[in-house]
Nanobody, 120 residues
């Protein structure tokens, strides 16, 4: 059973930073790409970032490029999302995804989500 547990969300002011973490278990973490998605109230879930299984390749949504950084620690079975220069438009529930395609399409497994709220 694959489990993904996100943490690190919270309330931050415009221009601030947060670091999200996603701890994975249930299958060999280092075999799979990992991604982050987000969903704002009343909107569809959207792709944010993906990192390849070995950490060498990343791909970002245009809306976060240059502000967010995805990384992973295969020894710790954890993927991270460093979010800088946060804007109110970044307010959403953020979800970790396992098996994400490098094109941004989601894989099969999801975490429960962590809320990020950016105040103006």
């Amino acid at each position: 059973q694959v489990q993904l547990v996100e943490s690190g969300g919270g309330l931050v002011q415009r221009g601030g930073s947060l670091r999200l973490s996603c701890a994975a278990s249930g299958r060999t973490f280092s075999n799979y790409n990992m991604g982050w998605f987000r969903q704002a109230p009343g909107k569809e879930r959207e792709f944010v970032a993906v990192i390849s299984w070995n950490g060498r390749d990343t791909y970002y949504a245009d809306s976060v490029k240059g502000r967010f950084t995805i990384s992973r620690d295969n020894a710790e079975n954890t993927v991270y999302l460093q979010m800088n220069s946060l804007e109110p438009e970044d307010t959403a529930a953020y979800y970790c995804n396992s098996g994400t395609w490098m094109t941004g399409l989601p894989g099969r497994y999801w975490g429960q989500g962590t809320q990020v709220t950016v105040s103006s």
